[in-house]
């Protein structure tokens, strides 16, 4: 069967949903990598007032995780942490988060979720915010971690001197992140 017979999903049947649940989890796990590099490059360009625009943030982020030793998927955290900020301004943590979560451990998923809100450190008291809204968290396992991947691969992240890798460097790593296959179903990927 290569394409199913109904017109409304009430009225599949369990060999159409079995069919149709392998053909999109094959192309999504084979599309993943690209559709995430093709994000992240869609960030070349304005700069925004930054000194760089935010595909190279990301790069000098991923360098810096990866020059630091850090394991596979903090450098690939790193390179992808910010890639929602072009479809989700607002909550681009969360975003980022959301999507690599079927592929990093809790700890990584963690601390990409909250990344935003600690690197508000450094900033937020000049927007008239708390810079220590961070300081909820205090208490979490991950605190830590998360206040360090800000210092270490974001806050100084705004180089225009840094010699970051080009993207092609991290195709490996990306790889290993984004094509370790899971037993997945559709609704884990909804």
Same mark, same amino acid.
């Given at each position: 069967?290569?394409t199913v +017979?109904?017109t409304?999903m009430?009225d ?7 069919m149709?649940?392998k053909k999109?989890?094959d192309h999504a796990?084979? +599309?993943?990598?690209?559709q995430?590099l093709n994000? =992240?490059v869609?960030?070349? &360009? /304005?700069t925004l ?6 595909y190279?943030?990301?790069l000098q982020?991923?360098t810096?995780?990866?020059n +630091? ?7 690939v ?8 900020? /072009?479809?989700?301004?607002e909550n681009?943590?969360?975003a ?5 979560? /079927?592929?990093?451990?809790e700890r ?7 990344h &935003?809100?600690?690197q &508000? ?6 927007l &008239?915010?708390d ?7 205090r208490d979490?396992q991950w605190?830590d971690d998360?206040?360090y991947?800000?210092h ?7 180089d225009p001197?840094?010699?970051?890798l ?5 195709g ?6 984004f094509?370790h296959?899971?037993n997945?179903s559709?609704s884990? =990927?909804?």
């Open positions: 069967m290569d +017979n109904f409304k009430e599949m049947t369990f060999d159409e949903t079995q149709l649940n999109y989890i796990q084979s +599309n993943l990598s690209t995430l994000l =992240l869609s960030m070349k &360009g /304005p007032g930054y000194r760089i625009d935010r190279r943030h990301s982020s991923a810096r995780a990866l +630091n030793g850090e394991e596979t998927e903090m450098v955290a790193a390179l992808f942490h910010d890639v929602a900020d /072009p479809i989700a301004p681009h943590s969360a980022a988060a959301e999507i690599i979560k /079927p592929y990093v451990s990584i998923f963690w601390i990409i979720r909250h &935003g809100l600690f &508000g450190y450094y900033y937020f008291h000049h &008239g915010e810079r220590n809204a961070r300081e909820k968290f979490h605190f998360c206040e991947f800000c270490e691969y974001d806050q100084n992240c705004f001197k840094y010699d970051e080009p993207l092609e460097e991290f490996p790593l990306i790889d290993e992140i094509t296959k899971k997945t559709i884990e =990927l909804a």
